[in-house]
C-alpha cells in the first residue's frame, strides 16, 4: 500500500520558536491534509491542499503542496504551549477515490513555556 | 450536537468477547468513516460508506471485523472473538460527499 513517511517524529522546543515538519510520498498525492491530535480527542484539520505548488496559511500555521506531489510541509511560527499535541500528515494518492486517505505516524510536538 | 460523537469513550473487554462501537456522524454528511489507531502509529484505513453506495470494505483486518450503517445516520463497528492485538483507540469521522473529513473522539478499546 501507499506509505507516506513523516519527521520528525517528535520535537521538544522553547516557546516561541518556529517549528517546521514534512512528509514524504513514495507515489504522487492529489490531496494533501495537515491534522493535529491533542490527548484523548480525535485529529482536527488544520490545512488542506489541493494544487501542486499551493502555499496555504491558517494564523501561525503554514503549510505547502510540494511541486513533485510527492511532499508536504508544515511550519508553525512562534510556538506556544498549546501547540503541544501530535501533527499528522495525510494524503490521497492521484487517480484514488474520496475513501483513501493515507496518514503518516505523526510528529508529537513538545512547547516548554 | 455539531460535531461526531462516538460511545464508549472507553471499552475493556476480555479476550475472546465481542465488542460493537458506536459512531454519530454529523448531521447530513453522507460520508463516514472508521479508522483504527495504534499507539504511536498513525491512523489505519478500515471502511468507508457513502450514500447507498456499497461499503468500502477494504480495510477490514480480518472477518471478524464488520461495520453497518442505517441510512446517512448512526454506525457501528463490530469486533467478534476480540484479540489483544485489537486494542487500539477506534476513529469514525464524517463528511460531505468527497469533501474533508472531521473526526469523534474516538473509543479507546483495551483487550485483556
Redesign the interface.
Known amino acids: 500500500g501507499q506509505q ?1 513517511n ?1 519527521s520528525p517524529q517528535s520535537m521538544f522546543i522553547q516557546e516561541g520558536e518556529d517549528v517546521s515538519m514534512n512528509c514524504t510520498s513514495s507515489s504522487i498525492f492529489n490531496t494533501w ?1 495537515w ?1 493535529k491530535q491533542d490527548p ?6 488544520l490545512i ?1 491542499l489541493y494544487k501542486a505548488g499551493e502555499l496555504t496559511s491558517n494564523g501561525r500555521l503554514t503549510a505547502q503542496f510540494g511541486i513533485t506531489r510527492k511532499d508536504s510541509f508544515l511550519n508553525i511560527s512562534a510556538s506556544i504551549p498549546s501547540d503541544v499535541g501530535i501533527y ?1 500528515c ?1 494524503g490521497r494518492p492521484m487517480n484514488s ?10 510528529t508529537m510536538l513538545l512547547v516548554s513555556p | 450536537g455539531a460535531g ?1 460523537s462516538q460511545s464508549p469513550s472507553n471499552k475493556v473487554t476480555e479476550k475472546g468477547k465481542d465488542v460493537e462501537l458506536r459512531c454519530d456522524p454529523i448531521s447530513g454528511h453522507t ?1 463516514l ?1 472508521w479508522y483504527r489507531q495504534r499507539l ?6 478500515l471502511i ?1 460508506f ?1 450514500g447507498n453506495s456499497a461499503p ?1 470494505k477494504s480495510g477490514l483486518p480480518s472477518d471478524r471485523f464488520s461495520a453497518e450503517r442505517t441510512g446517512e445516520s448512526v454506525s457501528t463497528l463490530t469486533i467478534q472473538r476480540t484479540q489483544q492485538e485489537d486494542s487500539a483507540v477506534y ?1 469514525c ?1 464524517s ?1 460531505l ?10 473509543t479507546r478499546l483495551t483487550v485483556t
Open positions: 507516506l513523516q491534509l491534522y484523548g480527542e480525535g485529529p482536527v484539520l488542506a499528522f495525510a477515490g474520496y475513501s483513501t486517505l493515507t496518514f503518516g505516524k505523526g | 461526531v460520508a468513516y504511536g502509529q498513525g491512523l489505519e484505513f468507508y457513502q468500502d476513529l469521522a463528511s460527499k468527497d469533501r474533508n473529513q472531521y473526526f469523534g473522539p474516538g
